[in-house]
């Protein structure tokens, strides 16, 4: 079901399924065994491998690879792609070099996050948009109801609604087994040991040029005779790493080249526990806990408003986000508890106390790091400066 309300918000309720392996699945059961997969996001991943706090570690310290074959990547392409999708995104596409990528949002019209994106252009009408795995469906279905003029553009008079579905942009699933070719999934190498850990699978021209990328900018080399798009990103809050878009059949091999040339500088492959962990001390929201979720939280609120150019001619959501912008009391913000022996776990909808007693905010994520907890929470912005004393109330 799916569809747009007069209101402007874009309803969608994907069809229950079982949640099936992803491309590297036999590769986590021979290092992990199946006792630690799970079911995420419509698929089977590993928890962890060894420990969440090693693999953590592994990260700050050296570095870790991560399985996120299970990532969305769509192709947009077409005389009008850089129009449509800066009509869709909240940051600028038109004006994005190539071999470069911005973050950005996709929202509907009533102003609701749909999801978080990262747009990188690989021609002067082609670009690569990465979404997340649990929204994919949901985005995919909305792009084409907005190509057909089935969702609504704009809930007050603009030359978009007319203009938007005109736009030539195709859109195609780079994941999909019947694409003929320059098929992508992505794994992630985050850590200080991740450019010598690459550096080993290919040629020193090509070793430079992946040392010297800049943030949000991306190269094409070979590692280990294998095509990847080696891109300045992650999810991790690492200093150094990368994202590495391949061909799903390829994946599995390349997992394999990176962990036995990393295994000498400590890298090890690393599951959703710590990329969890990593992503909260990092401060890096997650869609449906720092953004939108029961809280409908914006990207003002999450910290991101620098990502919604309300400058654009037009972007979907755009009034709605204006009125956001002007008004929001609340925002996401990161604490740290005391995580030593005996201290009970803080959990998500733990309610944060001020001195006096009075509630301020939810707890939105939580992770043990160290001899520490760390949280990301929902809080009145007068109660969120730095130095603040809060109290949680278990509930």
């Not at 019947?178 to 794994?187: E, T, V």
């Not at 030593?340 to 998500?348: A, L, S, W």
């Amino acid at each position: 079901m799916q569809g747009s309300t007069s209101a402007g918000q874009f309803v969608f309720k994907e069809r229950a399924g079982e949640p099936v392996p992803s491309v590297l699945y036999d590769e986590h059961v021979k290092l992990a065994g199946k006792s630690h997969m799970a079911a995420f996001a419509g698929y089977l991943m590993p928890l962890w491998y060894s420990s969440i706090a090693e693999e953590h570690r592994a990260v700050r310290q050296h570095a870790g690879l991560f399985d996120c074959t299970h990532m969305g990547v769509l192709e947009v392409s077409g005389p009008d792609a850089g129009s449509f999708l800066d009509a869709v995104s909240t940051n600028r596409v038109q004006d994005l070099k190539l071999g470069r990528a911005k973050y950005g949002y996709i929202l509907d019209a009533a102003g609701n996050v749909l999801d978080d994106i990262i747009v990188y252009r690989r021609g002067e009408t082609n670009f690569m948009v990465v979404v997340n795995a649990a929204n994919e469906s949901k985005i995919r279905s909305y792009l084409h109801e907005l190509q057909q003029g089935r969702a609504v553009v704009d809930t007050q008079s603009s030359p978009w609604i007319a203009k938007l579905p005109k736009l030539k942009a195709t859109i195609r699933d780079m994941r999909d087994p019947s694409r003929p070719s320059d098929r992508r999934a992505d794994l992630a190498l985050q850590g200080p040991a991740s450019f010598d850990t690459l550096g080993k699978l290919t040629d020193a021209s090509g070793a430079k040029r992946i040392c010297e990328l800049k943030s949000f900018a991306f190269v094409q080399e070979k590692l280990g005779g294998i095509d990847c798009l080696i891109c300045r990103t992650g999810y991790t809050g690492s200093n150094v790493g990368v994202e590495l878009f391949v061909n799903p059949q390829q994946a599995p091999h390349l997992w394999n080249l990176i962990l036995e040339a990393g295994r000498p500088l400590g890298v090890l492959p690393c599951g959703l526990g710590s990329r969890d962990s990593l992503r909260i001390e990092a401060g890096l929201p997650l869609y449906g806990h720092e953004l939108d979720g029961k809280f409908n939280i914006s990207p003002f609120e999450a910290g991101y408003g620098w990502a919604v150019k309300l400058d654009k001619e037009f972007f979907i959501g755009q009034a709605a986000m204006r009125r956001v912008a002007e008004t929001y009391d609340m925002e996401v913000a990161r604490v740290e508890l005391p995580g030593t022996r005996g201290v009970r776990p803080i959990r998500q909808d733990d309610p944060l106390l001020n001195e006096q007693g009075a509630c301020v905010g939810w707890v939105l994520s939580a992770a043990k790091v160290e001899e520490k907890q760390v949280a990301l929470v929902y809080i009145d912005r007068k109660a969120a400066g730095e130095g603040t004393k809060l109290g949680v109330y278990y509930l």
